[in-house]
């Protein structure tokens, strides 16, 4: 992490779990585990946990943020969910091209890109997510694949906008599996995504922007992932829903 230039950002993803009243008990319990944080703390909860969450962190250093959106206003597109509806619930940020969207409901990297455009528009925050597959890496078409995925997301996007966004490096061959990037595997490619951004933006963009790495970090390796310069944090799927795991990785990104 490079605190001094960019923020350090510990974002939980609760994906499919909890239950209004069961949210907004562990989000009780995380204002006590991360009050005092040097570093920004999200969690972004399933649709109908958003509410019960909102009001349990109220006054907290938590932000909230949701899992996903549509990139139309409104229309036929049932069971879908607005960036404008979740701006008008008090939602700060949404996730934005997970590996479990892309891989399960069919989204691609053009859509990615609607989304993006449309949560920005709307004045939310987005995380966007960017990572290959394990035959990906094998090929030796990481760098390619994950650059490729950054320039289609962020087509269209103002200078201005990207200081709303974070990029967050999730290996798919790393999500749920207990297997983890080295260190020097995600400082890699967290480079790489730096890089470029730098040919988009320039320099000084670049260096602003927060890259979390996201593929099971937990409390046992938060540490020397957070320690390489180009990891600004995580994006913790299973050790968010834990509250003193997640504590441990705040507590981590805060030194």
Aim: with cysteine; net charge negative; charged share 20%.
């Amino acid at each position: 992490m490079k605190k001094d230039v960019r923020k350090a950002v510990i974002a939980g993803n609760w994906k499919m779990n909890k239950t209004p009243s069961q949210a907004a008990e562990l989000a009780k319990e995380l204002r006590e585990t991360v009050a005092g944080a040097d570093c920004d703390v999200i969690v972004c909860v399933p649709f109908v946990d958003l509410q019960a969450v909102s009001e349990a962190v109220k006054g907290s250093n938590i932000h909230v943020g949701a899992q996903n959106c549509h990139f139309e206003k409104s229309g036929a597109f049932t069971g879908e969910i607005s960036a404008d509806m979740l701006a008008e619930m008090g939602v700060e940020y949404v996730i934005i091209g997970h590996s479990e969207r892309r891989t399960y409901f069919g989204e691609t990297d053009v859509t990615v890109n609607l989304r993006t455009k449309a949560a920005l528009a709307a004045g939310l925050k987005v995380i966007l997510c960017v990572g290959e597959y394990l035959e990906q890496r094998e090929q030796g078409i990481t760098a390619e694949i994950v650059s490729m995925q950054t320039k289609i997301a962020l087509a269209g996007i103002s200078a201005e906008e990207l200081k709303n966004v974070i990029i967050a490096y999730e290996p798919v061959w790393a999500i749920g599996t207990g297997k983890t990037a080295t260190s020097d595997q995600a400082e890699e490619v967290c480079a790489e995504i730096r890089a470029v951004v730098c040919g988009l933006y320039g320099e000084a963009a670049a260096e602003g922007l927060t890259i979390q790495y996201g593929g099971s970090m937990n409390a046992g390796n938060a540490d020397e992932l957070l320690s390489k310069v180009n990891v600004d944090g995580g994006l913790i799927g299973g050790a968010s829903l834990k509250a003193a795991d997640f504590g441990k990785i705040v507590a981590a990104a805060s030194k």
